[in-house]
């Protein structure tokens, strides 16, 4: 059993957990995500690490419950344990393997939106530690959804901004981006965007058109996180990938972002579900 040292709602439907889980902590790098699983019945649910302690043996899990047992695993409290708690898995991000000489040289943008700033932060703090600042710009729907801007901004050059105007600035993550290239002259070497995937497919269609390579995280539905059952798979250029063990981490310039949502679509339906538990 993996326990719960900390649990809290982090704003409007979000909620963030520490978990003990010294193995997954121990091993886990920027990029990475863990299955879990609340308790026997509970669905498998994959979730980016948003953060790791490898001395305390713990892992920072954020999530918006959407689904059944998202909605059970809020309820989670302190004391509390998950049944399984699998990982890490999938590769890591790019940057951990590069040379760090290398990295410092480049000019990094992150797109986060809404609960992708979770999976985000890994990567700045990484990068941070590694004497690399990158910007950082967050959208979310309004000010009670803006996520860690706390820790964002201590590890990034962060931008906010909103939908609704409620807090910073009004409007979308690509306008930011649009703005700090077309009018105050940022030039990026590679942009990282995590978020919706209809946010992802904005970010990139922007970043064709200003030419900067651009790295996604895909999060499509996956069942056994370890490319046996097929859930996962993405047509990237003209391969099929699987986002479980090829990924999570793509080109988001060859990923086809409208079949990927034609699929997240269908396994939202009941028969997907059903099709889902009778692959498992
Ligand atoms: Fe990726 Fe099953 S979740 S192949």
């Known amino acids: 059993m993996y326990k719960i040292q900390e649990a809290e709602m982090l704003a409007n439907n979000i909620y963030r957990m520490v978990v003990e889980a010294p193995r997954v902590a121990q091993h886990c790098l920027p990029g990475q995500f863990v299955i879990v699983k609340a308790d026997e019945e509970g669905e498998r649910i994959p979730l980016t690490i948003c953060d790791y302690d ?3 043996g713990t892992i920072t899990i954020v999530f918006m419950p959407i689904g059944e047992s998202t909605k059970k695993m809020k309820d989670l409290k302190a004391g509390d344990a998950f049944m399984d708690f699998v990982g890490p898995l999938g590769q890591p991000s790019e940057f951990c393997s590069e040379d760090i000489e290398e990295l410092k040289k480049k000019r990094i943008v992150f797109v986060a939106g809404g609960v992708g700033t979770a999976p985000v932060y890994p990567q ?3 990068l941070h ?3 690399i600042t990158a910007d950082a710009i967050v959208g979310a729907k309004t000010k009670d959804l803006v996520i860690l801007e706390k820790e964002m901004s201590a590890v990034s050059n962060l931008y906010i901004t909103t939908d609704d105007g409620s807090y910073v600035r009004k409007g979308m993550g690509t306008d930011v981006l649009r703005d700090l290239v077309q009018n105050q002259g940022k030039q990026y070497d590679v942009c990282v965007a995590i978020g919706p995937m209809i946010m992802m497919k904005f970010v990139c269609l922007l970043t064709k058109e200003l030419n900067i390579p651009t790295v ?11 490319g046996m059952c097929g859930a996962c798979r993405l ?3 003209n391969e099929v990938k699987f986002a479980c063990v090829d990924g999570p981490e793509f080109d988001g310039h060859l990923v086809d972002f409208d079949l990927a949502m034609k699929r997240q679509q269908m396994y939202k339906t009941e028969e997907g579900r059903a099709l889902l538990r009778y692959q498992e």
């Not at 996604?216 to 370890?226: E, F, K, L, R, Y």
């Open 129 to 131: 530690e590694h004497g």
């Open 54 to 56: 490898r001395e305390a």
């Open 124 to 126: 700045l703090k990484w």
């Open 235 to 237: 047509m990237v250029g």
């Open 216 to 226: 996604v995280s895909m999060n499509p539905i996956m069942v056994d996180g370890t």
